[in-house]
């Protein structure tokens, strides 16, 4: 099991910043990436950015050059994001996938909603 708390959310104006944080604990030895997605309203949810242990990252092509993903330490990554726009509104997830008895699984938390006025 693995339990992912984030934080960092709230409300920005367009063209602000916020920076959210990940944090995981239980059986972070078997993270094999961790990322973000995000669900907007009326929306499916969608990738954001994501991390493997490698180091390699995966940005979905919108949010190229205004968000970056980090990590400092094995259980920990967060989301840089900046020039935010009104249609960045939605509720942020954590993620990992976890390479358990030769299979990935996912893990979600709760959320974290990020609101950007115009």
């Known amino acids: 099991q693995v339990q992912l708390v984030e934080s960092g959310g709230g409300l920005v104006q367009a063209g602000g910043s916020l920076r959210l944080s990940c944090a995981a604990s239980g059986s972070v030895f078997s993270i094999a990436a961790m990322g973000w997605y995000r669900q907007a309203p009326g929306k499916q949810r969608e990738l954001v950015a994501a991390?493997?242990?490698?180091?390699?990252t995966n940005y979905a092509d919108s949010l190229k050059g205004r968000f970056t993903i980090s990590r400092d330490s094995a259980n920990t990554v967060h989301l840089q994001m900046n020039s935010l726009k009104p249609e960045d509104t939605a509720v942020y997830y954590c993620n990992t996938k976890n390479l358990l008895n030769g299979a990935l699984r996912d893990y979600w938390g709760r959320g974290t909603q990020v609101t950007v006025s115009s």
């Open positions: 991390v493997n242990w490698g180091g390699n």
